[in-house]
């Protein structure tokens, strides 16, 4: 089974999408599947299904949610690679871990920090990042608690994002990236680490110039909300850029 919740919430079977039913039935099945083989209480599926003020139906509601899942995803039929138990006043997606893409996405990631050459992190790097297909959750409940859930999530997706591009900066693919950090630095004009890696590729790609600009515009974007200077490591390297220092050339070979 494929368990999708980097973006629309989808199951796969076999190569047939698993018809998961009205909304807040597929958002039932997300929150099961972001817990995985842990304990849900119907507690806690009515709070995040119905935030401030559940109908008097609401836990019957859920019940009849995972009995729909249940056909759903076809169990009682045979071998199934999932199980819904319920557990006294809850209720548990028992499954493989690795067959939800979330919990793929951070094992990916987690690969990849144990690998020491930059090269050899690529690899589950861009595998984790491909397996994103647009906000997690994307329509299955509340927009208030979806972006609740999933912060952490999003953070995460960043952050591993960032260290593909600093693997990619590595093994000097500097114009490879390029585009994609124009944008993330538009979108994130604070992230220091994202606005060093656009200068560097920028430097590495003849655009000394605007390498300079890009630092003269996080300068002023950063004091202008925080009141302080850029970090160390950022006037380090506007200074490296001024000198033209060889250190910040691209590698010879990817190391």
């Known amino acids: 089974m494929d368990i999708r919740l980097l973006g629309p919430v989808e199951a796969w079977l076999d190569g047939v999408r698993l018809a998961l039913g009205p909304r807040k039935q597929r958002f039932c099945f997300a929150l099961l599947a972001l817990e995985i083989n ?3 209480s119907v507690d806690r599926l009515v709070d995040l299904t119905w935030p401030g003020s559940p109908p008097r139906t609401a836990r019957h509601a859920i019940a009849v949610n995972i009995s729909g899942l249940r056909v759903a995803l076809g169990l009682g039929q045979g071998a199934r690679p999932a199980e819904l138990a319920t557990h006294g006043h809850g209720y548990t997606l028992r499954a493989d871990p690795q067959c939800v893409d979330v919990h793929r996405f951070r094992a990916l990631v987690q690969q990849a920090r144990e690998t020491a050459r930059h090269a050899d992190r690529l690899g589950p790097l861009r595998r984790a990042l491909a397996l994103w297909r647009g906000t997690p959750l994307a329509g299955a409940g509340p927009p208030e608690v979806v972006d609740r859930l999933t912060h952490r999530l999003t953070q995460e997706r960043l952050a591993a994002e960032e260290e593909r591009l600093d693997a990619e900066l590595h093994v000097g693919n500097h114009t490879g990236v390029l585009g994609t950090l124009v944008e993330m630095v538009a ?8 606005v060093g890696q656009l200068m560097l590729a920028q430097y ?10 890009t630092y003269r515009n996080a300068h002023a974007a950063i004091a202008g909300d925080t009141g302080l200077d850029p970090g160390r490591r950022l006037r380090e390297l506007e200074g490296a850029i001024l000198r ?5 050339d691209p590698p010879a070979t990817g190391r």
């Open 38 to 40: 842990r304990v849900v």
């Open 187 to 194: 979108q994130h004009p604070h992230r220091q680490r994202l």
């Open 204 to 213: 590495r790609s003849g655009l000394t110039a605007d390498a300079l600009a």
């Open 244 to 248: 033209g220092d060889h250190r910040l």
